[in-house]
């Protein structure tokens, strides 16, 4: 496994509340600002929750050190950690397709319309740290990339992956202009319509990568 394979969870990552934030910010009064503002508290929020997972996870003893007499341990607690990720995954599975129908932005989001930078980050924030959907791709991205030993590193591609497709909104605003008013809306609907199909195929696939580790 290299840190490819955990790149595809960050689809998962933005679907739903995230992505329509992101655009509802990009088209805010001040639509730069805002959307700078709520990538770097995405940002911050996502990087703290993979590293606390991974730092847990070689602590409860991922692949570190190469003593041969603690080979069979660190066997056994592999999959340990890959049974955990799976569970993790199979919940993560389960609630996305449960909130399948939620659509469009809470109300009390629409009055973001005028947020301020530090009222932007704060929001990304927040999203994040209480999205169940989120914490759970997280915790599986962390403990996965532990398990198989992977450096701290490798988890960076994958919170920029993130910040990229949050970004989308901003980036059909800064190439599109005018026509934005229009590239918007459409985006926010695509979304809104498809996320959790899109979802469900990447934990699908997380998933399958799991199960052959474990059959290993």
Not at 7 to 33: F, I, K, N
Not at 77 to 95: Q, Y
């Amino acid at each position: 496994m290299n840190f490819l394979t955990i790149l595809p969870l960050a689809v998962v990552m933005v679907a739903g509340t995230q992505s329509v934030a992101a655009v509802l910010l990009a088209s805010a009064e001040r639509p730069r600002a805002a959307s700078f503002g709520y990538l770097g508290g995405t940002g911050a929020v996502v990087l703290a929750g993979v590293t606390v997972s991974w730092l847990v996870t070689r602590v409860l003893g991922g692949p570190v050190g190469d003593a041969e007499s603690h080979v069979s341990r660190l066997q056994r607690t592999a999959t340990r950690i890959d049974w955990a990720v799976l569970g993790l995954l199979v919940v993560l599975a389960v609630i996305v397709y449960l909130r399948r129908h939620e659509t469009g932005p809470p109300r009390w989001m629409r009055r973001f319309q005028r947020a301020a930078p530090s009222t932007a980050a704060r929001l990304g924030a927040v999203l994040v740290a209480t999205s169940p959907t989120d914490d759970l791709a997280m915790a599986a991205v962390g403990a996965s990339a532990a398990r198989h030993g992977l450096s701290w590193w490798h988890l960076l591609p994958f919170v920029l992956l993130t910040l990229l497709l949050l970004a989308l909104p901003l980036l059909v605003l800064l190439l599109a202009g005018r026509h934005a008013a229009t590239a918007l809306p459409r985006i926010r609907g695509w979304a809104n319509r498809h996320a959790w199909v899109v979802s469900e195929v990447v934990i699908g696939f997380f998933a399958l990568v799991t199960v052959l580790d474990l059959l290993r």
